[in-house]
């Protein structure tokens, strides 16, 4: 089992970027894919990244793909979602998710979640 906590999220303007960090507890963070996902009021949670579980490979949302770089540090138990270029539709909650599947992009995959760290992008 492995417990996740966000942290990062804040207040911006449109154009501007933040940096969000995952910190996953456990020995066996590295046996994990690690997902993004987010969640607007009113919407689905959908999914924003992930990333395999070595680092070498990741699939990314087409609403994010060239602003929203996913990485993980397997040393320091965490992975990271670097935000870029923000627009206002990126307003949600953030929420890091772990998976025993790599590449996969549903949320019923990832049996973990962290309790999300909210973004607001402003016009």
């Known amino acids: 089992q492995v417990q996740l906590i966000e942290s990062g999220g804040g207040l911006v303007q449109a154009g501007g970027l933040l940096r969000l960090s995952c910190a996953a507890s456990?020995?066996?963070?590295?046996?994990?894919?690690m997902g993004w996902f987010r969640q607007a009021p009113g919407k689905e949670r959908e999914f924003v990244a992930v990333?395999?579980?070595?680092?070498?490979?990741?699939r990314y949302a087409d609403s994010v793909k060239g602003r929203f770089t996913i990485s993980r540090d397997n040393a320091k138990n965490t992975v990271y979602l670097q935000m870029n270029s923000l627009e206002p539709e990126d307003t949600a909650v953030y929420y890091c998710?772990?998976?025993?599947?790599?590449?996969?992009?549903?949320?019923?995959?990832?049996?973990?979640w962290g309790q999300g760290t909210q973004v607001t992008v402003s016009s």
């Open positions: 456990g020995r066996t963070f590295a046996s994990y894919a």
């Open positions: 998710a772990a998976s025993f599947l790599s590449g996969v992009v549903t949320t019923s995959a990832y049996p973990y």
């Open positions: 990333i395999d579980e070595s680092g070498g490979s990741t």
